[in-house]
Protein backbone atom coordinates (compact mmCIF):
# COMPACT_ATOMS: atom_id res chain seq x y z
CA UNK A 1 0.00 0.00 0.00
CA UNK A 2 0.91 3.29 -0.20
CA UNK A 3 0.45 6.36 2.75
CA UNK A 4 0.13 10.08 2.14
CA UNK A 5 1.21 12.19 5.03
CA UNK A 6 0.30 15.91 5.02
CA UNK A 7 2.18 18.65 7.16
CA UNK A 8 2.44 22.77 7.54
CA UNK A 9 -1.28 23.56 8.35
CA UNK A 10 -2.06 26.06 10.72
CA UNK A 11 -2.95 29.21 11.71
CA UNK A 12 -1.98 32.34 10.03
CA UNK A 13 -3.32 36.14 9.85
CA UNK A 14 -4.14 37.08 5.42
CA UNK A 15 -1.70 38.05 3.67
CA UNK A 16 0.66 35.77 5.09
CA UNK A 17 2.40 32.25 3.87
CA UNK A 18 1.73 28.84 4.83
CA UNK A 19 3.86 25.35 2.92
CA UNK A 20 1.99 22.41 2.86
CA UNK A 21 3.87 19.12 2.08
CA UNK A 22 2.96 15.90 1.62
CA UNK A 23 5.21 12.89 1.55
CA UNK A 24 4.59 9.82 -0.29
CA UNK A 25 5.74 5.89 1.18
CA UNK A 26 5.15 2.51 0.69
CA UNK A 27 4.91 -0.20 -2.24
CA UNK A 28 6.10 2.87 -5.23
CA UNK A 29 6.69 2.03 -8.10
CA UNK A 30 6.50 5.76 -9.75
CA UNK A 31 4.46 8.99 -8.62
CA UNK A 32 2.48 9.85 -11.89
CA UNK A 33 0.57 13.14 -10.46
CA UNK A 34 0.40 14.82 -7.23
CA UNK A 35 -2.47 17.37 -6.49
CA UNK A 36 -3.97 19.46 -3.23
CA UNK A 37 -7.53 20.04 -2.88
CA UNK A 38 -9.21 21.59 -0.03
CA UNK A 39 -12.73 21.28 1.59
CA UNK A 40 -14.84 23.79 3.31
CA UNK A 41 -17.33 22.37 5.99
CA UNK A 42 -20.53 22.13 3.90
CA UNK A 43 -18.79 22.83 0.52
CA UNK A 44 -18.02 20.03 -2.30
CA UNK A 45 -13.68 19.19 -2.51
CA UNK A 46 -12.19 21.61 -4.93
CA UNK A 47 -9.10 21.15 -6.38
CA UNK A 48 -6.37 23.16 -5.51
CA UNK A 49 -3.06 22.97 -7.35
CA UNK A 50 -1.67 19.62 -9.75
CA UNK A 51 1.43 18.94 -10.69
CA UNK A 52 2.62 15.72 -12.70
CA UNK A 53 5.66 13.58 -13.16
CA UNK A 54 7.28 15.74 -15.84
CA UNK A 55 6.58 18.92 -13.77
CA UNK A 56 3.56 20.37 -15.40
CA UNK A 57 1.30 22.29 -13.14
CA UNK A 58 -2.30 23.55 -12.85
CA UNK A 59 -4.14 25.80 -10.78
CA UNK A 60 -7.58 26.56 -9.60
CA UNK A 61 -8.15 30.46 -10.36
CA UNK A 62 -8.27 31.18 -7.33
CA UNK A 63 -5.13 30.94 -6.47
CA UNK A 64 -2.99 31.39 -9.41
CA UNK A 65 -0.58 33.78 -8.90
CA UNK A 66 -0.69 33.28 -4.63
CA UNK A 67 -0.09 29.69 -4.75
CA UNK A 68 3.15 27.37 -6.51
CA UNK A 69 2.68 23.66 -6.22
CA UNK A 70 6.45 22.13 -7.15
CA UNK A 71 7.26 18.02 -7.05
CA UNK A 72 10.17 16.85 -4.92
CA UNK A 73 10.82 13.60 -7.16
CA UNK A 74 13.81 12.32 -4.51
CA UNK A 75 11.53 12.45 -1.71
CA UNK A 76 8.53 11.12 -3.12
CA UNK A 77 6.89 14.37 -1.98
CA UNK A 78 4.97 17.11 -3.00
CA UNK A 79 4.85 20.74 -1.52
CA UNK A 80 2.28 23.64 -1.96
CA UNK A 81 3.60 26.99 -0.90
CA UNK A 82 0.96 29.63 -0.05
CA UNK A 83 1.61 33.03 0.07
CA UNK A 84 -0.77 36.39 -0.25
CA UNK A 85 -3.21 34.18 2.16
CA UNK A 86 -7.02 35.21 2.24
CA UNK A 87 -9.63 33.94 4.92
CA UNK A 88 -11.24 32.53 1.65
CA UNK A 89 -8.72 29.86 1.92
CA UNK A 90 -9.63 28.65 4.83
CA UNK A 91 -10.20 24.75 4.89
CA UNK A 92 -8.52 21.09 5.29
CA UNK A 93 -6.10 20.92 2.40
CA UNK A 94 -5.58 16.75 1.31
CA UNK A 95 -3.27 15.76 -0.88
CA UNK A 96 -3.81 13.34 -3.61
CA UNK A 97 -1.83 11.02 -5.85
CA UNK A 98 -1.93 8.77 -8.31
CA UNK A 99 0.66 6.02 -8.11
CA UNK A 100 2.05 3.13 -9.83
CA UNK A 101 2.48 0.55 -7.11
CA UNK A 102 4.68 -2.31 -7.07
CA UNK A 103 1.65 -4.66 -5.67
CA UNK A 104 1.10 -5.82 -8.92
CA UNK A 105 3.06 -6.92 -12.21
CA UNK A 106 3.25 -5.19 -14.17
CA UNK A 107 2.96 -1.53 -12.13
CA UNK A 108 -0.73 -1.02 -11.76
CA UNK A 109 -1.84 2.94 -10.83
CA UNK A 110 -4.04 3.94 -7.85
CA UNK A 111 -5.05 7.01 -6.05
CA UNK A 112 -4.53 7.85 -2.44
CA UNK A 113 -5.16 10.02 -0.54
CA UNK A 114 -3.94 11.95 2.90
CA UNK A 115 -5.93 12.46 6.27
CA UNK A 116 -5.66 16.38 5.65
CA UNK A 117 -4.31 19.42 7.06
CA UNK A 118 -6.34 22.42 8.34
CA UNK A 119 -5.51 25.95 7.03
CA UNK A 120 -6.96 28.69 9.13
CA UNK A 121 -6.64 32.35 7.87
CA UNK A 122 -7.51 35.30 10.36
CA UNK A 123 -8.79 38.13 8.79
Known amino acids: QVQLVESGGGLVQAGGCLRL?????????????MEWYRQDPGKQRELVAR???????NYADSVKGRFTISLDNAKNAVNLQMCSLKPEDTAAYYC?????????????????WGQGTQVTVSP
Open 96 to 112: RAEVATTLHTPPRTFQF
Open 21 to 33: SCAASGSIFSINV
Open 51 to 57: VTSGGST
